[in-house]
């Protein structure tokens, strides 16, 4: 089956967390649509590359969909070939490079997908409706929850992302940090706004000042309306 960009903003722009992984092989290899081939492919952007100045520059946004973005869409396709080398040989000794290749690519490619989508022109502000009042709810006020999310996205060690992510049991709003793309992770948490804090992401336009980057993200780029979708979709 051939994950094309619908699918894939389907999957991913809903929250659903497992389904990239399941859709790259782990379980259902070959597909059932009656195509051999499944491959992920790298969503277009929603907004043109010049969209975001001058908060976001062309420069970066260019690089960081077209180069960064694009490997790990193409490490993703790379690890799930190699997990159905293995299956198709019966041999399983490289079974730990490729999980770990998996979860890596995997999850880059599932948090710039959502990266993209949580940034508009015009972008920022303050949620509304649900959202908003379960952010009041959970951290007491808005400004409560920036001091945290810009805190825990500021201070992620090396490379990695400040994350909102929300229960689908529970519907309880959390903030993380992720390290790399796939480390400090919990499991079933669906990410809703997402802040890439890899050098990649802001060096060019905002170089060692990573807490310019984030307060700008969430000033001026924050496409609430996208999060309260997301926020709303999940555990449906
Ligand atoms: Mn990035």
Redesign the pocket.
């Known amino acids: 089956m051939r994950v094309g960009r619908r699918d894939f903003l389907r999957l991913a722009g809903i929250g659903v967390l497992a389904g990239p992984l399941a859709r790259a092989g782990l379980s259902a290899p070959n597909g059932g649509e009656g195509e051999d081939h499944m491959a992920y492919e790298l969503p277009p952007l929603p907004y043109a590359y010049d969209a975001l100045e001058p908060h976001y520059d062309e420069e970066t946004v260019r690089l ?1 969909h077209d180069k ?2 694009a490997a790990y869409v193409a490490g993703l396709n790379a690890a799930e070939e190699q997990v159905q080398k293995m299956l198709a040989a019966g041999d399983f000794a490289g079974a730990k490079a490729a999980c770990k290749a998996l979860a890596f690519h995997g999850s880059g490619h599932l948090l ?1 997908s959502i990266f993209w989508t949580n940034m508009k022109p015009g972008g920022g502000g303050a949620p509304s409706g649900a959202l908003a009042a379960a952010i009041e709810k959970q951290f007491g006020s808005f400004e409560a929850f920036k001091g945290l999310f810009l805190s825990a996205a500021n201070s992620v060690e090396g490379s990695g992302w400040g994350v909102l992510a929300c229960c689908p049991m529970t519907k309880t709003l959390v903030v993380l940090q992720a390290e790399k793309h796939e480390n400090f992770a919990v499991w079933g948490l669906v990410p809703i706004l997402v802040l ?1 804090v ?1 050098e ?2 802001y060096y060019l336009k905002y170089q060692n000042r990573r807490p310019d980057w984030t307060k700008t993200f969430l000033e001026s780029l924050v496409n609430w309306g996208d999060v309260a979708e997301r926020y709303a979709a999940v555990g449906k």
Do not use: R, S, V
């Open positions: 960081h960064h973005h710039h890439d890899w990649h992401a």
